[in-house]
């Protein structure tokens, strides 16, 4: 079984060294997750900038969270987009709201068979998928179902 939820093939995504969203990227290689704050207002935002949507500041802050949250909406995949995910369907893709930052919302996949229920308001959690053999390396945060 692999240690990742799909097979090797898929173009690998390659964060920006420079961009905004390098402190997100390093973190999930450490297993954190890491999202901005804004020093000035405290407004959590996501996707990464590189001043605050809120209040305009540039003070802004990665501040670890806990990756805990809940389906704000899915779907499942029947059809596979390239051909290295034929064997994968079908799959599940979440889009999850973080418990400590309601406005923030992540997506990934379900980890599961992909015919597994999922549910709009179901807790999750994050499990980190290394992909160190890649080249360049790079992680993942994936969800499973939570207590
Ligand atoms: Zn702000």
């Known amino acids: 079984m692999n240690?990742?939820?799909?097979?090797?093939?898929?173009p690998t995504p390659?964060?920006?060294?420079?961009?905004?969203?390098?402190?997100?990227?390093q973190g999930l290689v450490l297993n954190t997750l890491r999202i901005q704050r804004c020093r000035r207002c405290q407004s959590w935002q996501w996707g990464?900038?590189?001043?605050?949507?809120?209040?305009?500041?540039?003070e802004l802050d990665w501040i670890e969270v806990e990756p805990k949250g809940r389906i704000y909406s899915w779907t499942?995949?029947?059809?596979?987009p390239q051909p290295v995910l034929a064997t994968a369907t079908p799959y599940v893709v979440v889009l999850v709201e973080?418990?400590?930052?309601?406005?923030?919302?992540?997506i990934g996949n379900l980890?599961?068979?992909?015919?597994?229920?999922?549910?709009?308001?179901a807790?999750?959690?994050g499990v980190f998928e290394h992909h160190a053999a890649s080249h360049p390396p790079?992680?993942?945060?994936q969800w499973r179902p939570a207590d």
């Open 3 to 10: 240690s990742t939820y799909f097979s090797d093939g898929l």
């Open 14 to 25: 390659v964060p920006d060294k420079q961009g905004p969203a390098t402190p997100f990227w």
């Open 48 to 58: 990464p900038e590189y001043i605050c949507s809120n209040c305009h500041s540039f």
């Open 76 to 80: 499942r995949v029947w059809q596979a």
């Open 98 to 106: 973080l418990d400590v930052a309601p406005n923030v919302r992540l």
């Open 111 to 121: 980890l599961g068979s992909g015919t597994q229920d999922a549910q709009v308001g």
């Open 123 to 125: 807790a999750v959690a």
């Open 138 to 141: 790079y992680s993942l945060l």
